[in-house]
């Protein structure tokens, strides 16, 4: 397929900021690919000069994919990245300048959560009252208010090393392993090119064009970044469409796209993906957004079937309709994998799995347990983080007894108060101190032989090989296999296939090493490695952005579900316009049926009627063939219901809420309200550490 003049226009936009609003199937990824194969063979840039930001692994493995038949292969490296790999990467290079050691650990949620344990534990915190999960979004909203002040006071080497509270304790066990989560990643780079002029001028010559693919999802930090590695030579182009963010709940900004100021703007418009009904049915619900960059998508394809409206008298009778659907398409020669259900809250599920399971439907159900988040992977990766380095305190915990050692509970806080009051390493303790007639244990004498010969053949063995010589000299290979779940055999096998794709992958960049693994693998998830060809896919409609199926059920499509009134009750306008957004990727994701699935029952939540989704009203009359009997009082009741919810929100906006309403703010977590400012129109509000005024819209009422 040749390039549209629009497509080829921004493949040849090379210099200054170009902006692209790029809509749903419009192919931008054909467009990003080909722009770096024209900066690399016509305009001859050389790739070690492109930068290239994707947001997924996957996707940027799609890139690379694409590129590599456009240009030699040499060109393809790995400045073809996610922004975390990026700043993985320059950090590797640059952290020395702050103390740090260049094989610093990345730490993931599960290591956060075992960290957040620790300090929550000596600081006597009621795990019952605040879960781990909890004390690391605070970790994170404390991170995220003042980053350059956090790393400063808190995770320097020179720092102080006192902790007054939980949160300081838990950046400083982070120091103590030189340890770096997601979110440090970014800080980290965006502290080095801030305080050391040198680095910046070397990244920001070395990178003369950045490429960002789905810029609608950056955050505000994301984008500092941007503007500070092209601050040079100031070639910045964005791809993105703003009626796709779907992420500002957890930190995104699309305005910051919305508002960009290019030189060069340019629409990609024509869908490459829907039929025409189909794109009529998302351009028609979009539209009713205000905060959004104006455009309809179109197409040239022909249209297959009229877009339906599923009304079932139970959400019973809803699912066993879809289930029924699949098993007849398919007998008419269709495959599972053509079919995607997507709703907006996992709880949906249930009643369709159980459906699928009564006609022996083969389905999978994305959002299980991450692949490298699954326990025998993570012992292992612990293992060879333990190779990696001594400073790995997370690690050294979960295999010092894994296979068992004789090293219990007591033996754990002796180990560790004498490494808190060596300021070490557990590994460098227990080192230091093995003739200690607590650890002088042939089990333990026997551990730190086999870490140190491990270690000695890193460099010698590939990663795969040395991984297959740990499971067999450790005993966690016997120990598996004895294990009941055979699957985690399974999985064990699926990690030295990864380290093998991962040191094919590297052999003409001659840095296939240990440290290198373990961080890629840090950044990677579940879904980069799925592939349920032979199956029908079952999934949240976040997961499914960026994905495509023949035929798509959207279900649940309730009023209150979805929109969810609780995202519109705490965010107002920007909620219900994410919501909105969130439609919008749903119904985009069909290629030739889709199927808008609702029914009639009650909600779980509080048991009111349930009534169809907003949604389905504002598609034009006669745009949609409705599937079952659809009362027009539940239409009314639609209308009634969003018409109670506006109310509701115009009198809770304008009313001030009374002195001692307890509210809760994302980044300062729960306060109590103290006074209200009528001139200001803001509140004052007590937290647990300060009293701040705030503006009513950043506030929850709890």
Known sequence: MNLNTRQQQAVEATEGRVRV????????????????????????????????????????????????????????????????????????????????????????????????????????????????????????????????????????????????????????????????DYDDLLYFTLYILQHFDDARKYWTEKINYVMVDEVQDCTGDDWKLLHAITENHGNLFVVGDPDQAIYEWRGANPKIFVDFKAHTDIILNENYRSTPDILEVANHIIEHNHNRVKKELFTVKLNERQVVHLHAKSDKEEAAFIASRIDDAVKEGMGYG??????????????????L???HIPYSVWGGVRFFERKEI?????????????????????????????????????????????????????????????????TLRNFLKLIDDA??????????????????????????????????LENLTELINSMKEFEEGRIDEGDADLTSYLQEIALYTNADRSNDSERVRMMTIHQ??????????????????????????????????????????????????????????????NGALKFPSRFLSEVPEGMLRVE???????????AGLVSMLNQELCEDGEKPWDNGTRVSHKIFGEGVIEGYDASAKSYKVRFNASTRNLLPHVLTRL
């Open 544 to 605: 499914s952005k960026g994905l495509e199926f023949p035929e798509v059920f959207v279900i649940g499509l309730t009023e209150g579900i979805f929109p969810n009134h609780r995202a519109i009750r705490e965010r107002r306008q920007d909620g219900e316009e994410e919501e909105r957004r969130l439609m919008y990727v749903a119904v985009t994701r069909a290629e030739r049926m889709l199927w808008l699935c609702e029914s009639e029952g009650y909600m779980n939540e």
């Open 455 to 488: 270690r000695a053949r890193v460099g010698i063995m590939p990663v795969s090989e040395l991984t297959d010589w740990i499971l067999k000299e450790s005993g966690l290979g016997d120990l598996y296999r004895t294990d009941e779940e055979e699957e985690r």
């Open 378 to 442: 993570k012992d292992v990766l612990s293992y060879l983080r333990i190779v990696a380095t001594d400073n790995d305190d997370l690690s050294f915990r979960r295999i010092i007894n894994l296979p068992a050692r004789k090293f219990g509970d007591a033996s754990l806080k002796a180990l560790s108060a004498i490494a808190e009051e060596e300021d070490t390493s557990l590994m460098t303790a227990l080192r230091n101190h093995i003739d200690d007639k607590r650890f002088s244990k042939p």
């Open 628 to 638: 079952g009997k659809l009362d027009p009082v539940l239409k009314a009741g639609t």
């Open 21 to 180: 609003i790029a809509g749903a199937g419009s192919g931008k990824t054909r467009v990003l690919a080909h722009r770096y194969a024209f900066l690399a063979n016509e305009v001859g840039i050389s790739p070690g000069n492109i930068l290239c930001l994707t947001f997924t692994n996957k996707a940027a493995q799609e890139m690379k994919r694409r590129i590599s038949t456009m240009v030699d292969r040499g060109s393809v490296n790995d400045f073809i990245c996610t922004i975390h790999s990026f700043c993985a990467k320059f950090l590797r290079k640059e952290i020395y300048r702050i103390g740090y050691p260049r094989n610093f650990t990345i730490i993931d949620e599960e290591d956060g959560k075992a960290l957040a344990r620790q300090a929550m534990q000596e600081f006597g915190i009621d795990r019952r009252k605040t879960t781990a999960e909890r004390f690391l979004k605070s970790v994170a909203a404390y991170k995220g208010y003042e980053p350059m002040q956090y790393i400063q006071k808190h995770l320097l080497p020179c720092s102080s090393s006192e902790a007054p509270d939980a949160t300081v304790r838990y950046l400083r066990l982070q120091l103590k392993q030189f340890a770096l």
């Open 338 to 355: 053509d079919f995607a259900i997507l709703y907006r809250s996992s709880f949906l599920s249930r009643q369709i799995e159980q459906s």
């Open 357 to 359: 399971l009564k006609l």
